[in-house]
T-cell receptor, first 115, second 109 residues
Framework: DTAVSQTPKYLVTQMGNDKSIKCEQN?????MYWYKQDSKKFLKIMFSYNNKELIINETVPNRFSPKSPDKAHLNLHINSLELGDSAVYFC??????????????FGPGTRLTVL | RKEVEQDPGPFNVPEGATVAFNCTYSNSASQSFFWYRQDCRKEPKLLMSVYSSGNEDGRFTAQLNRASQYISLLIRDSKLSDSATYLC??????????FGAGTILRVKS
């Protein structure tokens, strides 16, 4: 009964390729997030959606495009992958009224390696 | 000053020891704070929330000092299973969380 799931768990690809990571939550939460954790272990928010609406969009290259087909899913598509995109990407969700500070529940992460 | 600063450690302590981590934050308007725990190659998980002066849950105590803008986490009677990275988290606004770089704890037998 995984609450927040991500696929794939590992992703190894060449520079210049386009790839997608999928996230699903079965907690009935309204808000979902994408975070990036780089090699220095800093966890930084990239995007957040509330009921399919983009509410947080940090300074992220426009090669990264999130898509939320419904409130239980938030996917991340990355175009023209670069070496610096290598990191662990975590999806998270929270019960969230928009703007509320709720506990966030994280998925297991997708370890992306760009060669 | 960084938004959230933590001593990266590592803190190497024997089982049964008491250990404390500090975290300082720059946003004086923050009202709530969190400690998350992250095991190696795993996702972060909420350990404790801190909304007023402090919070206690078993062996774990979190304290908040708003005047000095720091939060502390105290772990008593350390167990081997407490070995992890402890992340201090401060909301910038609403549900936008800012994570510290984490403090590594290693508990040895």
């Amino acid at each position: 009964d995984t609450a927040v799931s991500q696929t794939p768990k590992y992703l190894v690809t060449q520079m210049g390729n386009d790839k997608s990571i999928k996230c699903e939550q079965n907690l009935g939460h309204d808000t979902m997030y994408w975070y990036k954790q780089d090699s220095k272990k800093f966890l930084k928010i990239m995007f957040s959606y509330n009921n399919k609406e983009l509410i947080i969009n940090e300074t992220v290259p426009n090669r990264f495009s999130p898509k939320s087909p419904d409130k239980a899913h938030l996917n991340l598509h990355i175009n023209s992958l670069e070496l610096g995109d290598s990191a662990v990407y975590f999806c998270a969700s929270s019960p969230g009224r928009r703007g509320s500070t709720d506990t966030q529940y994280f998925g297991p992460g997708t370890r992306l390696t760009v060669l | 000053r960084k938004e959230v600063e933590q001593d990266p450690g590592p803190f190497n302590v024997p089982e049964g020891a008491t250990v404390a981590f500090n975290c300082t934050y720059s946003n004086s308007a923050s009202q709530s704070f969190f400690w998350y725990r992250q095991d190696c190659r795993k996702e972060p998980k909420l350990l404790m929330s801190v909304y007023s002066s402090g919070n206690e849950d078993g062996r774990f105590t979190a304290q908040l000092n708003r005047a000095s803008q720091y939060i502390s986490l105290l772990i008593r009677d350390s167990k081997l299973s407490d070995s992890a990275t402890y992340l201090c988290v401060v909301p910038r606004y609403g549900n936008k969380l800012v994570f510290g770089a984490g403090t590594i704890l290693r508990v040895k037998s």
